[in-house]
């Protein structure tokens, strides 16, 4: 009977390091102030900030850290590479751009 070997991955590893996926998220945390977009942005699962959290070393703080800090400027809502979008993050996009409308809508009306 043949043994069945794994055969290694293919492509370029979309993170070299998990520490670059974590800084990653803390920055798009501070952008967002949202744990489940800046999770969207990062392109991990909702729950896996909440697990590095409980279980990486200094984590938390920088968690709270990110919140606390002002938000670093936009560069602008379309600046990520169409191959960084998902679902999530489009949804994100459109009830900003949908909020902004309303925004200007009402401003439009509420001129004299």
């Known amino acids: 009977m043949d043994r069945i070997v794994p055969t290694p991955r293919r492509g370029r590893r979309k993170w070299q390091s998990k520490g670059q996926r974590h800084r990653a998220f803390l920055a798009a945390l501070n ?11 990062v392109d991990v699962d909702r729950t896996t900030p909440y ?6 070393p200094g984590f938390a703080e920088a968690w709270d850290a990110a919140l606390a800090a002002p938000p670093a400027p936009k560069r602008g809502l379309f600046d990520l590479p169409v191959s960084r979008m998902n679902e999530r993050l489009l949804m994100y996009v459109d009830a900003k751009l949908q909020a902004r409308q309303r925004g200007a809508a009402l401003s439009f009306f509420d001129s004299p």
């Open 31 to 41: 952008a967002t102030g949202c744990a489940a977009f800046a999770a969207a942005i």
């Open 51 to 56: 697990a590095w959290r409980a279980n990486v």
